[in-house]
Each structure stands twice: as C-alpha cells, then as structure tokens.
C-alpha cells in the first residue's frame, strides 16, 4: 500500500536522524525509557513536530505514569519545554473514557486506544487554552500530534518545580487552591476532576495547576460529582498540613449556584 510505504520511508529517515543525533538525543541511562515509549509512531509524531518547528532536541525523562511520561525537550531557539508523550498500549484509558463521554466537544466515543489517546492528547490541549483564557495558571499550550503534547516547562531545566506534595504549603497555598477550583469552575467553565496535591505546582512564588486531560465542561453530566471529589481532595490534603480549607459542602455550594 502506498501509504504502508511511505510511512516506512518516513520512519527510516527518522531513525537515520536519531543515529545521527540530529533532534533526539539519548544516553545510557534513558536507552531502555525511550525504547519503550518510542515505537514508530511515535517517533513519527515526533518528526511531525518537529518538522513544524515546535522541537528541536528530547532529553530525560523528567516524569514518569501509568499513562505517559514527561520529558524535558528544547523548542528551537533553545527554550525549554515539556514533551508529554502518552503511551499507545494502556489498559487504563478505558477508564478514562468516562470523562469524554458527555463532552458536546467531541463526537462519538473512540473505538479503540489510538483514537482514545489522540482524543485525549487533543483533550488536554483545549483544557490548557480554555483555562488560560480565564485566567487560571496552567502550563501554556504549545502544540500537539497524535499521542504527543508540548506545554510550557514549569521548574529549573532539568528539574520540574516541586508538586504540593513535594514541599511545604501555606495558608496562602490553601486559599490560592479553592479560589482556583471556583475561577475554573465560573470563568472557565470546567472542573478538573482529578485534582490532588500532586498536580498543582509550587515555582518559588507561583503556583500552577497541571494534567488537565481529565478535565471537563461544567455541562458534563458528573461534573458536580467530580467538582466534589476535587474540594474533598484538597480538604483532605491542607487539612493533614494543618491548614484550615475548609468545609466540603460549603465550598460547593459557593461554586455551585
């Protein structure tokens, strides 16, 4: 077939470069991560993105889940950025399919994990846009391609900045937290749905909510129901640091009219 064909040409050139160290760089260390992860599509994608002038170089795993991994790229002209890349074979995104069904911005449901992941890679980006044009910080949007998403690098290259749960939180860190959820909530118009002190940074001064694949509209038939598991959550965690968030109710019915 012709496009067989020309996919195989595609990734030789691919692999050519990637010997020749043209845009992905390896070491010993991350050899058997990244012969994991970058199966042909992938590398694929990877070409795309690069070829559009969004990457230049790939480096170390910064993060690694169940579902994706993190990496610490370089955009042409050196900046640095995150490289999510989801993997093609996880059992999880079935589960994961509960935040998509409902969502009057995609059409039907995928039938299998390749659609199921695109959809979720292009998912996520449109949560990062929705939710910067309300003016909640989340990593800016940069692009994205199949199973791969390119964000704003949030830390000290290599490092990423420490989660919450990484480091000490304060009053302010619990007031900046709910007022957050209700801005996401009335300006924005979504509900994360899977927060936790896990994905909200602490950059020096800043803080910044992040993976907001699971993100949904607030027209989402659960949405209320995933909004109060995001306020239990965060109740939850400030509470076992000694903070005062905090009623779970009470915050709900303020964001909840």
């Known amino acids: 077939m012709a496009g067989d064909d020309e996919d195989r040409k595609l990734s030789e050139r691919i692999l050519r470069s990637e010997r020749d160290s043209r845009y992905l760089r390896k070491d010993s260390d991350q050899r058997k991560v990244m012969e ?41 002209g050196g900046a640095p950025v995150a490289v999510k890349i989801y993997m093609m074979v996880s059992a999880d995104f079935k589960k994961r ?32 846009q929705l939710a910067r044009s309300a003016n909640v910080r989340v ?34 860190d619990c007031d900046w937290t709910f007022a957050t959820v209700a801005r996401l909530y009335g300006s924005a118009g979504l509900v994360h749905a899977d927060l936790s002190e896990y994905n909200i940074f602490k950059n020096g001064g800043e803080r ?24 239990q959550n965060m109740v939850r965690f400030f509470s076992k640091r000694g903070l005062t968030p905090g009623d779970t109710d009470a915050w709900l019915g303020k964001m909840v009219k």
């Open 36 to 76: 994991e992860v970058f199966d042909r599509s992938t590398l694929i994608s990877i070409e795309e993105l690069t070829r559009r002038g969004h990457l230049e170089a790939l480096n170390g795993v910064v993060n690694a889940g169940k579902e994706a991994r993190v990496y610490y790229g370089i955009a042409p």
């Open 97 to 128: 399919l509960v935040y998509v069904a409902g969502d009057r911005r995609f059409g039907k449901l995928p039938s299998n994990s390749r659609e199921a992941i695109d959809l979720w890679v292009r998912k996520e980006f449109k949560n990062l």
């Open 139 to 172: 990593p800016r949007p940069i692009s994205f391609y199949r199973n791969i998403l390119l964000m704003e690098y949030i830390g000290e290259p290599p490092r990423p900045a420490p989660t919450f749960a990484e480091t000490e939180v304060d009053q302010s």
């Open 208 to 231: 910044v909510l992040f993976d907001m694949g699971s993100a949904v509209l607030t027209s989402h038939p659960r949405a209320v129901d995933f909004l109060r598991r995001d306020l």
